[in-house]
């Protein structure tokens, strides 16, 4: 059977290099001063539709994502590595969400693409370590859902046959479709893009990014639909103001703390017995172990 699959994914801080300047005094990430990276699990997830993609011909990936307009780049790259369009949710209005008003932007969102099998998204996001939208998301929709996905093994008759990673083990589960199902790191790794699809998407642009581009070069995105990627505002989806961004965010950042790990006095051992037992005896002495 030929699938609608949808990608929730997201544009995050490279938290690899966190400075000073990372929050703003209202609590919330200062985006504009982090680099930005696509969300680790989310290309995760983006591998696992891929490969649905290719199991069931005639199936299409839609991207959707939220953010400020540079997220677009995150859409891109989902089409570089075969995606087939996305969607960027950007609103001054949703600036500042916490999990609960991202999830209701996002399943507002997927109301109006209505025409969808499968919602797939990381476990978490980097940048809060929450993972709490994909599981939000289901709810708001009411429709089933899977997490810690590590594999999609079949679909077959409206159901979905999906392996999960515990802490403990593994799960093998069935889940009738629609559902929302949220992928681990642990799943096959993205591949790579495809330079075929670099060369034919790498002029995809959102409408603000077109702003001031010459009558010519539009009527290129008129000839070549795929090129254009959409943008949906609070209005276009139907959003209540009350429960999106700030608004919509009981969750509230008091404070935010930089740790930096110090390197501690270190020891060379060799495969001496001597010294071996008396390095358990310094463990055991100092109450590390024992």
């Not at 919602?119 to 810690?148: C, F, S």
Request: with cysteine; aromatic share 4%.
């Amino acid at each position: 059977m030929s699938l609608k699959i949808v990608v929730l994914a997201k544009q995050v801080p490279d938290t690899r290099n966190v400075g000073k300047d990372a929050m703003k005094e209202d609590g919330t990430i200062n985006r504009a001063a982090l680099p930005a990276i696509f969300n680790p699990e989310d290309l995760n997830a983006l591998e696992q539709a891929l490969q649905l993609k290719e199991q069931n011909p005639g199936s299409t990936i839609t991207l959707l994502t939220m953010g400020p307009p540079r997220a677009a780049e995150i859409i891109r790259e989902g089409l570089f590595r075969g995606a087939d369009g996305g969607i960027v949710l950007t609103d001054r209005a949703f600036a500042g969400a916490d999990t609960l008003a991202t999830s209701y932007a996002l399943s507002c969102a997927v109301r109006k693409i209505k025409d969808y099998d499968i919602i797939l998204g990381g476990r978490q996001a980097i940048d809060g370590d929450t993972a709490q939208v994909g599981p939000q998301v289901a709810e708001k929709l009411g429709i089933p859902q899977v997490t810690y996905a590590e594999q999609i093994l079949k679909i077959e008759n409206g159901k979905a046959t999906v392996k999960r990673r515990l802490e403990r083990g593994v799960e093998t589960v069935v889940v009738p479709l629609p559902a929302v199902i949220t992928v681990n790191g642990s799943a096959d790794e993205c591949r790579p893009r495809n330079a075929k699809l670099v060369q034919r998407y790498k002029y995809a642009k959102t409408p603000s990014e077109k702003q001031g581009l010459s009558e010519e070069c539009l009527k290129l995105y008129e000839q070549r639909p795929a090129l254009n990627l959409y943008e949906w505002s609070v209005n276009d989806v139907d959003a209540d103001l009350s429960q999106v961004g700030l608004a919509g965010s009981p969750t509230k950042v008091k404070a935010v703390q930089n740790v930096v790990f110090q390197a501690k006095e270190s020891k060379q051992l060799t495969a001496a017995d001597n010294e071996i037992e008396d390095l358990v005896k310094e463990l055991i002495a100092n109450h590390t172990i024992g």
